[in-house]
């Protein structure tokens, strides 16, 4: 990595941290606009850079209050980001502590800090030379990484498991591969995969699938432009299997943004009479129409709040309506470590009341004898289990349907009304199910 190359970097994955945690952008957006700079490494480097961050982010905070007299204000507290970059890489990584420290104050310059570089300079070397990296903030959630409400909801509610949790959401996510079946098989794209040294597990719990044991660049990968495959997680692969859709049947896939589980519904049943893809944001949707060209789908995709039925809904219910709605995505940290810092305790209310009106509003035009599958990406009861128990309260004709057995055993815990992924079951994100059914006739 030349000297220029890795100034760049470093400022890069500055401004990207300051992006999320002082603009609240995702990492995903904040991401895109730097990652197309890169090519192989250099790409991998800047995001570990990134996720290392936030994955650490209140040791990093701590260590950075012991060294700072007074925080940077204004246009400077770019340079506390850049500084955070800086522990995490002496503390975390194999950088050289020379190379993190004279890359690190090289970068300055490009954040307009040329000013500060001595101060980032001293800071570094004390860093190194106090060997402030032994120590660790005395508050519990700072040393799991998490903010202290997640901290909390964790303990409340996997008491014996909390640690595992917490561990869990602090490792790099998995990579996942789901196969198109109508090009290849996972055998096969195995083989593929193993032929470029990329070594690779199969499950027989999710016969469309292809772990890859190290990341890479899945769009180096072969058939990636001929749609060979998708990413997409072990837990998220459940639902096309959950929702078991029949030939000749009309689907609908609500909040289906980026696509993943519309192209999963499409591969695994071709003859669908329709598959109708609904999202309120009209760039993801776009997304959802290029991940499905890209693996040779189709699907009526509207743009819509799916909650506003009168606004899109045809009056031809559906046979099965998948709902993966809107959570905390608590499931998911390790996967996108930036969520612990954008998600906020007072955001769980309001998502509740929409996860149940978004229920309710499904219900309503589900075909009589047809299935509802609820999911999020969560692990707190309150979008799960009690969000399910609080449904059937009010609708008591619902038909709780049980989970195949074969499934349940991929899980650490039993749900009374469906099925709880933890973080790291199996190597799948967090995520939770429940299959309803409504009757034939009341």
């Keep these: ?77 770019i340079l506390e980001h850049l500084l955070l970059i800086g522990l995490y890489q002496i503390a975390y990584t194999r950088v050289s502590e020379h190379a993190a420290v004279s890359e690190t104050v090289g970068a300055a310059d490009l954040l307009k800090g040329t000013t500060l570089k001595a101060l980032i300079n001293a800071i570094l070397r004390t860093f190194i030379r106090d060997e402030v990296a032994n120590t660790a903030p005395n508050n519990l959630a700072a040393q799991a990484g998490m903010p202290n409400w997640i901290y909390k909801a964790i303990n409340l509610h996997y008491t014996e498991y909390a640690q595992q949790i917490i561990d869990q959401s602090n490792q790099k996510a998995p990579l996942w591969l789901r196969v198109n079946p109508a090009y290849i098989n996972p055998v096969s794209m195995q083989t593929q995969l193993e032929a470029m040294g990329i070594e690779t597990l199969l499950s027989d719990a999710h016969p469309d699938a292809v772990q890859c044991l190290k990341s890479g660049d899945v769009t180096q990968f072969p058939g990636y432009d001929e749609g060979w495959f998708a990413v997409q997680d072990g837990a998220a692969q459940l639902a096309a299997y959950l929702l078991d859709v029949q030939p000749g049947q009309r689907v609908l896939d609500c909040c289906a943004a980026p696509g993943g589980k519309t192209a999963h519904i499409l591969a695994s049943q071709p003859a669908l ?18 991940n499905l060209e890209r693996l040779g789908h189709e699907a009526t995709l ?52 929409i996860q149940a009106e978004l229920l309710n509003q499904m219900w309503q035009i ?15 009861p309150e979008e799960n289990a009690q969000q399910i128990q609080a449904f059937i309260t009010q609708h008591p004709e619902a038909i709780v349907l049980p989970i195949p057995d074969h499934l349940t055993a991929l899980t650490t815990l039993k749900d009374e009304f469906g099925l709880q992924v933890l973080p790291g079951d199996n190597n799948m994100d967090g995520f939770y199910y429940t299959l309803l059914q409504k009757p034939e006739s009341l």
């Design 366 to 380: 589900l075909q009589p004898g047809g299935k509802l599958l609820y999911a999020t990406c969560s692990i707190l």
């Design 273 to 290: 009479e329709e598959c109708v893809a609904i999202d309120n944001d009209p760039l993801r949707l776009v997304r959802v129409e290029e």
């Design 302 to 353: 509207i743009c819509a709040a799916a909650e506003e039925v009168e606004g899109w809904y045809g009056g031809v219910p559906f046979d099965r309506i998948l709902l993966d709605a809107p959570c905390s995505a608590t499931g998911v940290i390790r996967r996108h470590p930036d969520i612990r810092w954008l998600r906020q305790a007072s955001d769980i209310t309001p998502l509740v009341a």
């Design 1 to 77: 990595m030349s000297s220029s190359l890795g100034q760049q970097l470093r400022a890069d994955a500055a401004w990207i941290l300051f992006q999320i945690l002082e603009k609240g952008m995702s990492s995903k957006q904040a991401l895109a606009q730097r990652l197309d700079h890169y090519q192989g490494r250099d790409r991998a480097w800047l995001q570990e850079m990134v996720f290392g961050c936030l994955r650490t982010l209140p040791t990093l905070q701590f260590w950075l209050r012991g060294l700072l007299d007074k925080p940077l204000k204004g246009r400077k507290k």
